[in-house]
């Protein structure tokens, strides 16, 4: 039987398709087995790799540490294993072919960047790159009868290693060994091992048993094979469970997100509805959960109700019919979800303002102020209430006063997703219950409203700081993230690496995951020095990254002061000099009036070592800038340290601080201007992931 594809299957007249081994259009009519041993990634024996004293077989390398050349073109060291037998693809790239397992990873170039493809997804016309410079395309990717012991190398630096004919692949990782920390908040202490060994080398570093739990390793053994691991995604009320796995080509509970796969089974079937394996028990993680969700079925209701307008909302809360609807519908999610949520941990009313406020007064939940009331940095998650405030007013009776509410779906990045009932039009007849997104710092958000879920067993976090892991939508992209983000600590550098935080798409909860990672608290110091910064730029950042700053944060500053003094930290501005009144330093510091005797550029110059210290005096002025940053300008200097780490998080930075803390004349040029810089300096820049 065919596997279900992946993707939409293209049209049989594009020339650039490719005939997936996954499914699609098969020219031959076959019908493609699946075999589920697929959780390394791997090549057939006969593959030959490039060694220091030549061309070598994979499968002769078994049990050796050997120097094997790199995408950056170094020797390092590499282990090669075999992970059992598995069925084989073939890759045809320029006039060669390559057997390989279905999940192997191939470094696809875009210019100068590349990112991991699986080799079912590939597409005809992907680059791969030799290690001489020169470029081979794909030309097919075909299923073969090939079922035989695969074998695979792993470099830990940059997950890649070059075959003998120069083309550069990627090695084997662990998914989930990444996914168990990303549920942990934090790189786990699990030894990686194949899948059927994880449960006894492990043996003592976790809980373990055999009662299923979110957020745990599911391990099976294989006799003669590398056995498999997966990570328990959700419990159902049938007993069943949906896990995730490394490269499975199981049809997903969710579309297009192939890592997720429902297993019927209990403990006496050993989990799992194929033949041969072998359950040895789950390893718990600390942060993981037991039984039912029920903030996960509040939001899935909600969610059910998309495009239709109040009639039901009205009907089961209780409200009369044609009134304003949008508390009313969190009402009538909430008493159509269970019987213990509304009353309990969400007032029944239907207000806004009350809700908000009788909720945070009496105990059932907190609140949690918004931009509005001043706090850009309200972290909302899933299951939380969003409230809106569309106007500035004196008036308003107190911080709880709101015009509208909604309910939290996700946070992906700095975008909020909610659902909200009666959105979209004047009319309460007319209005329609939608899903919509709004920047964390959109202005009317007034805060939100966060009910105790755990009172009635409802959980929205792992705890680490990656939001609703268990119950976001995740796509391959995740996978990809996954695969390379936990193997040295989410310590982001760019002198190890060539997978760019900005070509990889991730998502959903990993994103906020990776982003409060890189969001630089005071003492971590990243390394930029391969980057293709100039000198004093790349210095400035590096100081301010060392002190809180993000490095979009730094980036937004640099664009700035690039404009201000070229980054000259001894300039004085031009048709002036210091005695009629010229700003001074980095950020051209001006006294007010210009000839008087005290002020920001006198302050900076007597900070700095005075005449003519200051004007050599880099890390002076920019620790004078902090020092400003955090006495007068705090609005500013809370959002460069919050903001995330993507190229528009360094232009919201670069504009917030020219409008706030430079304040030149012609605004509306410099905020063009400066906006493309900060986008030219973070092209320079680019965070990227240590592995």
Request: charged share 15%; proline share 4%.
């Amino acid at each position: 039987m065919a596997i279900t594809p992946k993707y939409t299957t293209p049209s049989r007249n594009n020339k650039y398709y490719i005939a997936k081994a996954a499914g699609g259009y098969n020219p031959s009519g076959l019908s493609y087995p699946h075999y589920p041993f697929v959780m390394p990634n791997c090549f057939s024996g006969d593959t030959k790799v490039m060694t220091p004293w030549g061309s070598e077989r994979i499968d002769n390398l078994v049990g050796d540490i050997v120097n094997v050349c790199c995408i950056d073109g170094q020797w390092r060291p590499a282990k090669f294993k075999c992970f059992g037998t598995q069925q084989l693809f073939e890759v045809k790239i320029g006039d060669s072919s390559y057997f390989c397992t279905s999940n192997h990873r191939w470094p696809i170039f875009n210019q100068a960047n590349y990112q991991f493809i699986e080799t079912l997804d590939l597409q005809c016309g992907d680059l791969v790159k030799n290690i001489d410079g020169y470029y081979e395309q794909v030309r097919y990717v075909r299923y073969v009868n090939r079922l035989e012991p695969v074998y695979c190398a792993t470099e830990p630096e940059t997950s890649t290693f070059v075959l003998a004919n120069g083309i550069i692949t990627g090695n084997c990782v662990s998914f989930a060994w990444g996914r168990f920390s990303e549920i942990l908040g934090e790189p786990c202490k699990l030894q990686q091992a194949n899948g059927g060994q994880m449960f006894s080398v492990n043996k003592g570093v976790y809980d373990t048993g055999d009662v299923p739990a979110i957020g745990a390793m599911a391990c099976w053994a294989m006799p003669g094979e590398a056995g498999h691991v997966a990570i328990v995604e959700e419990i159902n009320e049938d007993g069943s469970i949906y896990t995730s796995n490394s490269g499975w080509g199981w049809q997903s509970k969710y579309p297009q997100s192939q890592w997720v796969r429902k297993v019927h089974g209990t403990k006496s079937n050993g989990w799992t509805d194929w033949g041969g394996y072998i359950f040895q028990g789950f390893i718990y993680n600390p942060n993981g959960q037991f039984g039912s969700n029920l903030l996960k079925q509040f939001v899935d209701n909600a969610e059910s109700h998309i495009g239709e307008n109040g009639d039901w909302t009205w009907k089961t809360s209780g409200l009369g019919r044609g009134q304003p609807w949008c508390a009313a519908f969190v009402m009538a999610v909430g008493k159509s979800t269970a019987n213990n949520i509304i009353g309990n941990i969400i007032p029944n009313t239907f207000s806004s303002s009350t809700l908000a406020r009788e909720g945070a007064k009496s105990g059932m939940g907190t609140w949690i102020p918004g931009p509005h009331r001043g706090n850009y940095n309200a972290k909302p998650q899933s299951g939380d209430m969003i409230l809106f405030r569309w106007e500035y007013s004196s008036s308003d009776p107190d911080q709880y006063f709101s015009d509208h509410v909604g309910i939290v779906k996700e946070v992906i990045g700095d975008t909020v997703w909610t659902i909200e009932g009666n959105s979209g039009s004047g009319s309460n007849y007319d209005s329609r219950v939608k899903s919509n997104s709004y920047h964390l710092r959109n202005n009317s958000i007034n805060g939100y409203y966060r009910p105790n879920w755990a009172k009635i067993g409802g959980y929205a976090s792992s705890g680490g700081g990656g939001g609703l892991l268990y119950t976001m939508e995740n796509t391959r992209e995740d996978a990809i993230v996954r695969e390379v983000a936990y193997l040295s600590g989410f310590k982001p550098s760019i002198s190890k690496t060539n997978i760019k935080l900005s070509v990889i798409n991730y998502t959903s909860a990993l994103a906020g995951l990776l982003n409060g990672q890189l969001t630089a608290t005071t003492g971590v110091s990243v390394d930029l020095s391969n980057s293709n910064l100039d000198e004093v730029p790349r210095q400035i950042i590096e100081h301010l990254t060392s002190k809180g700053i993000t490095i979009a944060g730094a980036v937004g500053v640099c664009a700035n002061i690039k404009h201000e003094s070229g980054f000259q930290c001894g300039i004085v501005e031009y048709g002036y000099t210091l005695a009629t009144g010229g700003g001074a330093g980095l950020c051209q510091w001006t006294n007010y009036p210009r000839t008087s005797a005290s002020g920001r550029r006198t302050n900076m110059i007597n900070y700095c070592g005075g005449e003519p210290a200051w004007r050599t005096n880099l890390t002076g002025q920019v620790n004078f800038l902090l020092h400003e940053l955090t006495t007068g300008y705090t609005k500013t200097y809370d959002m460069l340290r919050t903001a995330p780490n993507t190229e528009q998080g360094a232009v919201d930075c670069a504009v917030q601080f020219l409008t706030d803390f430079e304040r030149p004349a012609n605004l509306a040029y410099n905020r063009q201007v400066r906006s493309e810089t900060a986008r030219e300096l973070w092209a320079q820049v680019v965070p990227q992931l240590t592995i």
